[in-house]
């Protein structure tokens, strides 16, 4: 049974930075794409960044790019992300999720399992 389990999300101020991580875990993710979504209040669940299992090329939402970094570590099957420059509008409940798709793939419907998510806020 896959299981992903986030960890790392909390307040921080405008300009600050956090660290999400996703541990995985039930199955082998060589043929996996990792991704991170976010869903604030009222809001649809918006892709933010996504990586190979097998590779280490990002592929990121505009409204990220440059300022957050997707990673992965084999060894201890974990996902990274790394958020600086953070904004107010950056404040959501992000979720890791994980999916043999179409690395280009931005929809959530594609993926195939998900972590409970961690807030994440940003205040001004």
């Known amino acids: 049974q896959v299981q992903l389990v986030e960890s790392g999300g909390g307040l921080v101020h405008a300009g600050g930075s956090l660290r999400l991580s996703c541990a995985a875990s039930g199955r082998t993710f060589s043929h996996f794409v990792m991704g991170w979504f976010r869903q604030a209040p009222g809001q649809d669940r918006e892709f933010v960044a996504a990586?190979?299992?097998?590779?280490?090329?990002?592929n990121y939402a505009d409204s990220v790019k440059g300022r957050f970094t997707i990673s992965r570590d084999k060894a201890l099957n974990t996902v990274y992300l790394q958020m600086n420059s953070l904004k107010p509008e950056d404040t959501a409940v992000y979720y890791c999720t994980a999916g043999e798709i179409i690395f280009r793939s931005r929809n959530p419907a594609d993926y195939d399992y998900w972590g409970q998510g961690t807030q994440v806020t940003v205040s001004s």
């Open positions: 990586i190979r299992w097998s590779s280490s090329t990002g």
